[in-house]
T-cell receptor, first 112, second 118 residues
């Protein structure tokens, strides 16, 4: 059974800092790994998807890496802004169309 | 812990038929439920936000007349794919957000429903 863990559970940083969110998974036979953002009371917003054959994906100030052998993924946020405050979730399916297993999320607060 | 179920787990139907997917929060009440869709090799995409007793809010590009959402009670939301076509084949996931208490910022996800339209 796949287990996905995110550390830290909560993070508070001053505006402008670069930060790293961590995601670990127990079964390396993942199909892909996805990072989501969740604002309070809202649905998930997909940020980045890394296929199992890829090492990283970039979108704007966001960079996600994937190391299947070690069972880890990181989400790097450069020059953080107050608008980045949200809960960040990583999730991995075991195969195409399979159920996503989500991590517990990291609640990020960026202070002005 | 909070459990969300979906029924059916998978369904195969003929083109032109309608399919109903149920999302239930088993041990908590949920004023708000979310419906997501995931195509192969793509990320999960929010389709709509379902609010108990009111009309659902659809994301841009999602046809509300094709994907009918009914949130008739605090523990049940349904998604009906009307006149399904092969391009509607996808993985549909719901999530539920508890009403009140200390868990209102948390969403609990169902296991998903795989729809295949022939």
């Amino acid at each position: 059974k796949q287990e996905v863990t995110q550390i830290p559970a909560a993070l508070s940083v001053p505006e402008g800092e670069n930060l790293v969110l961590n995601c670990s998974f127990t079964d390396s036979a993942i199909y892909n790994l996805q990072w989501f953002r969740q604002d309070p009371g809202k649905g998930l917003t997909s940020l980045l998807l890394i296929q199992s054959s890829q090492r990283e994906q970039t979108s704007g100030r966001l960079n996600a890496s994937l190391d299947k052998s070690s069972g880890r993924s990181t989400l790097y946020i450069a020059a953080s802004q107050p608008g980045d405050s949200a809960t960040y979730l990583c999730a991995a399916p075991m195969g195409a169309g399979n159920m996503l297993t989500f991590g517990g999320g990291t609640r990020l607060m960026v202070k002005p | 812990g909070a459990v969300v179920s979906q029924h059916p787990s998978w369904v195969i139907c003929k083109s032109g038929t309608s399919v109903k997917i149920e999302c239930r929060s088993l041990d908590f009440q949920a004023t708000t439920m979310f419906w997501y869709r995931q195509f192969p090799k793509q990320s999960l995409m929010l389709m709509a936000t379902s609010n108990e007793g009111s009309k659902a809010t659809y994301e841009q590009g999602v046809e509300k007349d094709k994907f009918l959402i009914n949130h008739a009670s605090l523990t049940l939301s349904t998604l009906t794919v009307t006149s399904a076509h092969p391009e509607d084949s996808s993985f549909y996931i719901c999530s539920a957000r508890p009403s009140g208490g200390s868990r209102t910022d948390t969403q609990y996800f169902g296991p998903g429903t795989r729809l295949t339209v022939l």
